[in-house]
């Protein structure tokens, strides 16, 4: 048996017997190893942040860790097929986009990585993200889609649809979208999503979906109070991320597939669409040193904005920057 397996084998008995005591013995019965083995991967399990008691003659108990975002923590929620099947978790990392990209092919299709905190997270255009410890959901999802490469911006759509639509249903904010990556909620930043991608002209070598979401953050620092939020400011208390988590990559797989299967990105538009902070509203678009204002006037199948320029012209939007 694969030590890994072994591992997430024993993690999901006592999980699922929370609160009792499971002896050693029945541990090596049911899943067919030595005591000694039992033992020794329970001393593995604590040091990757498990807290497991353990008395003699009773055995081995799981103490419940509301805060973390363990394997074992989530494995057990998660209603995906391929999305999060395989996560690899962090107590600290530089960045999870970061940490996917060195990995690359070596990871498989729909491997998540999460970190506790990010101390390099990284934004779009350069810029830094905050990911302090146990605050936020800091997760790269890696994905090997046999899409062409131009169609890749897609999948920071279909994320942020899955994000909005889920912090809506579990927390039950009017979240919006501010297209193309952030999610905000009284106009100011909850999530942003990097799309990443290593690419020839015609194929897609892997893509990665870096999203951050400020879930139990309390204090920003003053550069970004006025533009960021989190969840738990917004309704005054904390949200239990794991059900945020394993219910965003369940609704993620869900338009990814649809996706993939169907070559469109139907639902996602509907859904950002609906949830759209910028439909119908004049914006700025910004891209590079060029600023142009517009109306925008509707999010189109391909995920583009079509904007009524200043001129009387309209234009389709693919990418850029956008301020309300
Ligand atoms: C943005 O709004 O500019 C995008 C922010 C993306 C942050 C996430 S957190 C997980 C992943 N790892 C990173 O370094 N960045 C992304």
Known sequence: MMVIILRNDIIEILNNRKGEFISGEELSYLLKVSR??????INILRKEGYEIESVHKKGYRIVENYNSLLPGELIGRLQTQ???????????IDSTNDYCKQKGNDLSHGTVVISEEQLLGRGRLGRAWASPKGEGIWMSIFLKPHIPPLEGTKLTQIAAAAVCSTIRNVV????????????????????????????????????????????????????ISDVATSIAVEIGKTVD??????NILKVFEELYEDFIIKGSIKKTIAICKEFSAILNKKVNIIRGNSIKEGLVIDITEEG?????????EKEVIQSGEVSV
């Open 172 to 223: 039950g904010i009017d979240t919006l979208i501010k297209w193309p990556n952030d999610i905000v909620f009284n106009g100011k930043k909850l999530c942003g999503i990097l799309t990443e991608m290593s690419a020839e002209l015609n194929e897609i070598h892997y893509l990665i979906v870096g999203v951050g979401i400020n879930v139990n953050t309390l204090y920003f620092s003053e550069e």
């Open 241 to 246: 991320r794991k059900t945020l988590v394993t």
């Open 82 to 92: 391929t999305i999060g099947r395989n996560i690899i978790y962090f107590e600290s």
């Open 304 to 312: 583009n904005l079509l904007m009524l320029m200043e001129n009387g």
């Open 36 to 41: 000694t083995a039992i033992w020794k991967h």
